[in-house]
């Protein structure tokens, strides 16, 4: 009995002592309540986000939220228009500064391309030699160096009058003693030197990445690893020591190949490195595929080199990086049918777009709340009322104030049906719909002939008359 509870105190605090925590708190009466999401990125390259935890705001605003934290890195914080980034180290504990709840307004919310307002959040109080303190001021440093010097930095290369600034800046963040921070600083120091003259990728490469540990959770280096390594199979299979590339993904789709193919240029004597570049290489690939004047790699032997990689890769926090890549180009290739979609009109009957065959089919996807909504409307009736015996319009609104809606369409005489999606954010994702309005066309038997149709304006009248032909 006695060896049994010695043993279990044993793993108690074995474990114990293995679980890290960094602690973050903050207090602003606008979040009363509220229930506050902590995200960090599964990994640099896919950019993905996982929730790693959340706390109810108490009626004060007062929030305290706990993070295993085995090693540092940015935890990211969503508060409505804004983010707030904050370096969060094992066993440490932060106050940070929130700003007041701002909720989107009506334009953000329609601008497809919106991101909220990403902030580096500071320490109440605030201390210079905390990392993410330091980390602002390095930022921040580094921005006014190049505003104040960029003409001889970037143009009139001066070698030592540059060292010797960098020099300064090194000097100037001595003070701070964490290990993240200085890697940070090495490697925002070796991107301004890469940007004013060690411009000769290789010897970059084999300067500051080959010789070094890979650190994936420290920004500096991945944002500087995304500058040397963006889209680099495909740039480097243009290239002497690269002609086997292509062969190597859309024959052999082998991993090994791609090692051979890679350690053929000197600056890669670092086998994990390699491994990172072809993780990189293949993610980038993917979503650059259909961008002219470049070498295009077939997509199924692309997702069948990262499946070979998910056992393959060196070690296990990039055999995870190749799983990520894979399910997030597995989910890009889901295609959802509009014409299988469900929609409904003012009274909830169900409709599907393939009810409307036997003519063709013009399909807008439009913004109630937008403020060219009406003018939007108005242009269909001028241009389709005319061919109403050759076309049929469906209007799918998104958010509609169906009262106001329904006067609308009686006071104006709008033409077409109009039907709503009750989920307009998951259609949005299913559609891949990166704007609005979208238009779409099919023709009298359901088949469509445009995802990206004309607008209905002047350019509408000769696509349709062609169509006609």
Known sequence: ?????????????????????????????????????????????????????????????????????????????????????????????????????????????????????????????????????????????????????????????????????????????????????????????????????????????????????????????????????????????????????????????????????????PAFINDTLIDLVILKGLHDAYYTNNLPNKIKFPVPQIIMTLDSLTYTAKTDKLKQIAKNILQKLKEEEISYLFENIPLYDFEGNEFYLRNFKGKFLYVTIMDFRAYNFLLDQKKIKAIFQRFSDKMNVVNVVFYPQKDKLLKMINDEKLHGIFLFAREPEKLKKQLKLYSLPSFYIYSPIGAVISTKAPPPDESMLPYFIELLK
């Open 1 to 265: 009995m006695k060896r049994i509870i010695l043993i279990t105190l044993f793993f108690t605090f074995y474990y114990t002592a293995l679980t890290q925590i960094a602690k973050i708190s903050f207090s602003n009466k606008t979040y009363a309540n509220e229930t506050i999401y902590v995200l960090k990125e599964k990994d640099f390259i896919t950019k993905q986000l996982d929730t790693i935890a959340q706390i109810k705001v108490d009626n004060n605003g007062h929030a305290n939220i706990s993070i295993h934290c085995k090693e540092p890195f940015f935890a990211i914080i969503p508060l409505y228009k804004f983010q707030a980034w904050f370096c969060v180290e094992p066993d440490k504990e932060y106050k940070i500064f929130v700003p007041n709840k701002t909720y989107l307004n009506i334009e953000d919310s329609l601008n497809a391309y919106f991101t909220p307002i990403e902030y580096f959040a500071q320490t109440i109080p605030y201390d210079s030699s905390v990392t993410q303190n330091a980390i602002i001021e390095l930022n921040f440093a580094i921005d006014t160096l190049i505003e104040k010097h960029i003409q001889k930095i970037r143009y009139k290369i001066k070698r030592k009058y540059v060292d010797s600034l960098l020099q300064i800046l090194q000097n100037n963040f001595s003070y701070c003693k964490s290990k993240y921070f200085k890697d940070y600083l090495y490697y925002k120091i070796a991107w301004l030197k890469y940007f004013s003259y060690e411009r000769d990728a290789n010897y970059v490469i084999k300067q500051y990445f080959s010789n070094n540990t890979i650190l994936l959770n420290n920004t500096a280096y991945t944002e500087f690893f995304d500058e040397i390594f963006k889209d680099y199979l495909s740039y480097y299979a243009t290239t002497r020591w690269g002609e086997n590339v292509f062969t190597s993904i859309a024959k052999a789709k082998s991993p090994f190949e791609l090692r051979k193919d890679l350690r053929r240029n």
